[in-house]
């Protein structure tokens, strides 16, 4: 069987698609190649990597990468998970199925400590969930 070419893509590639992309690694296992990608690029946010550490799920390796980096990948999905990055999407020439979900955005969270890591983890268990979902359906 072949791998197929997955592409998570978000506004700045620091938290969403790298939980994404961290997910779909753990859930697809060899069955995929799975790449994360940002419109801009913010850095990865330590936040995520922390909240995925919680889940035993390591992505402290993972860089913030431009869409442009993957023009030469012909990828099999595109999974939109923010609503900007679904509108501001390059074309790629490929037969890519798209996918979109708009996830909460847990680096907009506000509070306590406390209160930001409650968010972070409550997006990271959306993302979880539909990860686990798309492998399922779609692998």
Known sequence: M???NILVLCTGNSCRSQIAEGYLKHFAGEKANVYSAGVETHGVNPKA????AEDGIDISNHTSNNVD???NI???YIITVCDNAKERCPYFPSQAVRFHY???DPAKATGTDEEVRAQFAHVRQLIKDY???FVE???
Do not use: Q
């Not at 990597?49 to 995925?52: F, G, K, R």
């Open 74 to 76: 012909a990828f099999d």
């Open 102 to 104: 708009n996830f909460p």
């Open 49 to 52: 990597i922390a909240t995925m």
């Open 137 to 139: 359906d779609n692998l």
């Open 131 to 133: 990860s686990r979902d």
């Open 69 to 71: 980096e993957y023009t």
């Open 2 to 4: 072949e791998k197929k």
